[in-house]
C-alpha cells in the first residue's frame, strides 16, 4: 500500500508539471527573441500547431472574444471538462487511498491549482501573461487556503488529538499568515501593467468570499450536529439539518452585504447537508460537533480581524495621514498662489516630513502618495488594501466661457470610502 501511495504522489506531481508546461502562458515572441527566465512554462496548449488541439484552440479563442462582448460561451466548458475533470478524479482518489487530514487538504490544493489552470491555460491566457509567475503562485495560494479552510473540521480534530503547546502553534499558524496578508496585501504593483497587482484575489475571493462562506457553513454544520446529538432517527436528524440551515441563515450577513435566494441556499443547504451526511454514520463515529464549531469560529475570527485591522489602516491613512499632507499643500498655494510640482517641496518648509500611507506594518515601495499637479489643481493618491485605489482632489471651480458670471463649483472629494466596499 505505501509503494502505491508513492506512486501516486509522484504521479500527480508530474501530472501538475505537465499543466503547468503545457497550460502555462508561454514566451511571447519578444521573449523567445531574448532571454526566456528557466521558470517559464513552455505554453504547448496555445502554441503547438497540432490538429488536435485547433478546435480548443478555437473555443479558447472564441471564449476570449465572448468575455470582451459580456456573453458567456457554453462550449468554454469544453476544456475545463477535458482537463478538469481528470484533475478532479485524481484528487477523489486520492482522498481514497489517504485518510490524513493535512494531506488530503495537500491533495485537493493540488487539485484546485490545476483545475484553475485549465481555465487560464485556455480560456483567459492573457491574465496569465499579464501577472507571469505571480499568477500560478497567486492560483496556487488561493487554492491552499480553500482547502485548509474546507478541511478546517478534520484538521481540528487532528491538531485536538496533540499536546497544548502544538495546538497553540497550530493555531498561531492558522491565524497569523491570514491576519498579515489581510493587512499587507495591497492592490498596487508600478512594476506590473497597468500597475495592479494579483495578490488581492487572495484576501478578496480567498478569505472575503469562500473563507467567510466556509466559516458560516461550518459554525451552521456545528450547531447542527450539537441539536442532533447522539440520538438516531429521522426526526433528529431532520431537526440537526433544520437547526444548520436557521444558523447559516441568520449568519449569512457575514460573508455577503445583500440578501439573496441564492446567497442563502448556498450556505443554508452545505450546511444541512453535512448534518445530514454526518448523521447517517453510527453514532460513535459522527464528527464531533466542537470540531466544527471551533474551525467555524477560528475562521471566521482569523479573517474578520485581519479586515477590521486592513480597515483601520485604510481609515488611517484616508482621515489622518493625508489630511496632514493636504493642508500642507494649501498653505504652500496660499503663500506661493501655485500648488507645489511635487510632494518633496513641502519639507520643511510645511513639514518636517511626509508621513506615507503605509497600509499594514511592513513598509513597501508602492505604499507611498501618489501627487499629480494639474496647474489649477492636484490630485493625491495612495494604495489601500484590496484594489482599493483612493485619490484626493481639491474643490475646483471650473471655468465657463460666454456671458456667464462663474463656473461651477467642485467640492473637494475621495474617490473611496473609510471602508473597502462590499461586493457581494
Not at 19 to 38: C, I, M
Not at 374 to 386: D, H, K, Q, R, V
Request: aromatic share 12%; charged share 15%; hydrophobic share 50%.
Amino acid at each position: 500500500m505505501q509503494k502505491r501511495r508513492l506512486a501516486y504522489l509522484v504521479l500527480f506531481l508530474g501530472v501538475a508539471v505537465f499543466y503547468y508546461e503545457f497550460l502555462g502562458a508561454g514566451a511571447t515572441p519578444s521573449e523567445r527573441a531574448q532571454h526566456v527566465d528557466w521558470w517559464k512554462p513552455a505554453g504547448w496548449a496555445r502554441s503547438l500547431d497540432w490538429t488536435a488541439l485547433e478546435p480548443l484552440q478555437q473555443i479558447g479563442d472564441e471564449t476570449v472574444q465572448a468575455r470582451h462582448e459580456g456573453r458567456f460561451e457554453p462550449r468554454s466548458l469544453v476544456p475545463l471538462a477535458v482537463f478538469a475533470l481528470p484533475v478532479a478524479g485524481a484528487t477523489a482518489l486520492g482522498f481514497v487511498m489517504f485518510v490524513g487530514a493535512a494531506i488530503r487538504a495537500g491533495l485537493l490544493a493540488l487539485g484546485l491549482t490545476l483545475s484553475a489552470f485549465s481555465y487560464y491555460g485556455w480560456l483567459d491566457v492573457e491574465t496569465w501573461q499579464d501577472y507571469g509567475w505571480r499568477w500560478p503562485a497567486v492560483l496556487l495560494t488561493t487554492s491552499a487556503y480553500l482547502a485548509i479552510f474546507a478541511l478546517a473540521p478534520a484538521l481540528v480534530a487532528a491538531v485536538r488529538r496533540r499536546s497544548w503547546p502544538l495546538q497553540a502553534v497550530a493555531v498561531a499558524a492558522f491565524v497569523i499568515p491570514i491576519w498579515l496578508l489581510s493587512i499587507e496585501v495591497t492592490g498596487t504593483n508600478p512594476s506590473l501593467q497597468w500597475n495592479l497587482s494579483p495578490w488581492p484575489t487572495v484576501t478578496l475571493y480567498g478569505f472575503l468570499l469562500f473563507g467567510l462562506g466556509l466559516g458560516v457553513i461550518h459554525v451552521a454544520s456545528g450547531a447542527g450536529l450539537l441539536v442532533r446529538g447522539k440520538r438516531d432517527g429521522a426526526a433528529s436528524l431532520a431537526l440537526g439539518a433544520l437547526a444548520a440551515a436557521i444558523v447559516a441563515i441568520a449568519l449569512h450577513r457575514i460573508p455577503f452585504e445583500q440578501t439573496t435566494v441564492q446567497r442563502l441556499v448556498a450556505l443554508a443547504a452545505p450546511a444541512a447537508i453535512v448534518v445530514v451526511l454526518a448523521g447517517r454514520k453510527p453514532a460513535a463515529r459522527r464528527p464531533a460537533a466542537a470540531a466544527f464549531l471551533t474551525a467555524g469560529i477560528l475562521l471566521l475570527g482569523a479573517v474578520k480581524a485581519g479586515q477590521i485591522h486592513a480597515e483601520w489602516f485604510l481609515a488611517r491613512a484616508r482621515d489622518d495621514i493625508s489630511p496632514e499632507v493636504i493642508a500642507a499643500i494649501e498653505r504652500f498655494h496660499a503663500r506661493t498662489n501655485a500648488y507645489p510640482g511635487e510632494l518633496t517641496a513641502l519639507v520643511p518648509g510645511e513639514l518636517p516630513a511626509i508621513e506615507q500611507p503605509h497600509v499594514g506594518w511592513l513598509d513597501w515601495d508602492e505604499e507611498v502618495f501618489t501627487y499629480t499637479d494639474l496647474g489649477g489643481s492636484y490630485l493625491l493618491e495612495f494604495s489601500g488594501p484590496l484594489w482599493v485605489q483612493c485619490a484626493y482632489s481639491p474643490a475646483y471651480e471650473e471655468e465657463k466661457s460666454g456671458d456667464d458670471a462663474g463656473g461651477e463649483r467642485l467640492e473637494a472629494a475621495w474617490s473611496c470610502e473609510r471602508k473597502p466596499p462590499r461586493l457581494w
